[in-house]
């Protein structure tokens, strides 16, 4: 079992940059992959960023691709995604999401492929 929690999120001007983290406590997460989603009022949760459990491997959404970057630290068993540039359409709240597997599955892109999930946390994009 694997508990996340994020944090980071804020009110910051368009163009501007955030550091979102997800601390993991319980077993096991150096053997997970990660990954962020966001979902925005009214809208599906929307998959942002994945990483393997080594991080060797990443994949993006392309809206967000050359904007964000997805890491971790198994070390300190926390994920990141360094949020820049952002545009009001970022505007969302960010979750996290740890799946059993140290792979990208082709389910990297869908909830459904995720097995546990943070509370989450807000970035407010104002224009």
């Known amino acids: 079992q694997v508990q996340l929690v994020e944090s980071g999120g804020g009110l910051v001007q368009a163009g501007g940059s955030l550091r979102l983290s997800c601390a993991a406590s319980g077993r096991g997460f150096s053997s997970y992959a990660m990954a962020w989603f966001r979902q925005a009022p009214g809208k599906e949760r929307e998959f942002v960023a994945a990483?393997?459990?080594?991080?060797?491997?990443?994949y993006y959404v392309d809206s967000v691709n050359g904007r964000f970057t997805i890491s971790r630290d198994n070390a300190k068993n926390t994920a990141s995604l360094q949020v820049n540039s952002l545009h009001a359409g970022d505007t969302a709240v960010y979750y996290c999401?740890?799946?059993?597997?140290?792979?990208?599955?082709?389910?990297?892109?869908?909830?459904?492929?995720?097995?546990?999930w943070g509370l989450g946390t807000q970035v407010t994009v104002s224009s």
């Open positions: 990483i393997s459990s080594t991080g060797g491997t990443t």
């Open positions: 999401a740890a799946a059993r597997t140290p792979y990208l599955r082709s389910t990297v892109n869908q909830p459904t492929g995720y097995d546990y």
